[in-house]
Nanobody
Framework: QVQLVESGGGLVQPGGSLRLSCATS????????MGWYRQAAGKQRELVAT???????NYADAVKGRFTISRDYGKSTLYLQMNNLKPEDTPVYFC?????????WGQGTQVTVSS
């Protein structure tokens, strides 16, 4: 059973920063592309950022220049550094691992940006 375990969510003021983490097994981490998605209540899940096994990154326009995705192979952990957070960055964030047509999801971590 594949597990993706997210952590790092919480409450932060506008303009603040958070770092999300997603830990998984080495076998998954070494061959799967990884990504972060987010979903607000009543809305579809949307892509935030992805990173391939080779380190190529892709970001949603809404987070470019503010968020940075990275992966640590030694720790089999995916990160999302989020800076200059805005209230619209508030939804639940999900870690994703995918390869070809196979997708795995974490349980989600809540981020709340509010003053």
């Amino acid at each position: 059973q594949v597990q993706l375990v997210e952590s790092g969510g919480g409450l932060v003021q506008p303009g603040g920063s958070l770092r999300l983490s997603c830990a998984t097994s080495r076998g998954i981490f070494s061959i799967y592309a990884m990504g972060w998605y987010r979903q607000a209540a009543g809305k579809q899940r949307e892509l935030v950022a992805t990173i391939t096994t080779g380190g190529t990154t892709n970001y949603a326009d809404a987070v470019k220049g503010r968020f940075t995705i990275s992966r640590d192979y030694g720790k089999s952990t995916l990160y999302l550094q989020m800076n200059n957070l805005k209230p619209e960055d508030t939804p639940v964030y999900f870690c994703n691992a995918h390869r070809l047509t196979t997708h795995y999801w974490g349980q989600g971590t809540q981020v709340t940006v509010s003053s």
